[in-house]
């Protein structure tokens, strides 16, 4: 799911330079997410950047867009085609837990 911003937003600005995304930016009264860009942070971190340190936790899930971690991992790598990431291995990381949970036989096995 994509995270949206509610009215209980006081514009402190912490949340919109954390976004890897560039999801967030100022509405016209309050920010704004762009669920087209959110991803949950899928793919740079493990928690949402901007709903761990908003000062009044005013940043749920938003239930209009519901998305698995697979559609969320997909959204990561149609917003960073190449793969490149300036917050470190999070793609690589994000792509060998996807790897791992739907290869069911190691492939090292087949060397010899
Ligand atoms: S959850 Fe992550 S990707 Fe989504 S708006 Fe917040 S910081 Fe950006
Ligand atoms: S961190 Fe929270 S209160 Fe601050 S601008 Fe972002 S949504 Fe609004």
């Known amino acids: 799911m994509a995270l949206w911003i509610t009215d209980e937003c006081i514009n402190c600005d912490v949340c919109e330079p ?12 309050i920010y704004e997410i762009d669920a ?9 971190f493990d928690e949402p ?3 761990s340190l908003c000062p009044v936790s005013c940043i749920p899930v938003n239930p209009s867009h519901v998305e698995t971690q697979a ?4 959204k990561y790598r149609r917003l960073h085609p190449a ?4 917050h470190g291995g ?12 739907s290869a ?9």
């Open 36 to 44: 087209a860009r959110c991803t949950e942070c899928v793919g740079h």
């Open 71 to 74: 559609q969320l991992l997909e």
């Open 18 to 29: 954390l976004c890897p995304n560039e999801a967030i930016s100022m509405g016209a009264e």
């Open 83 to 86: 793969g490149a990431t300036s």
């Open 49 to 51: 950047q901007c709903a």
């Open 90 to 101: 999070g793609a690589d990381a994000a792509a060998s837990r996807e790897a791992a949970s």
């Open 104 to 112: 069911p036989v190691s492939s090292a096995q087949a060397a010899g």
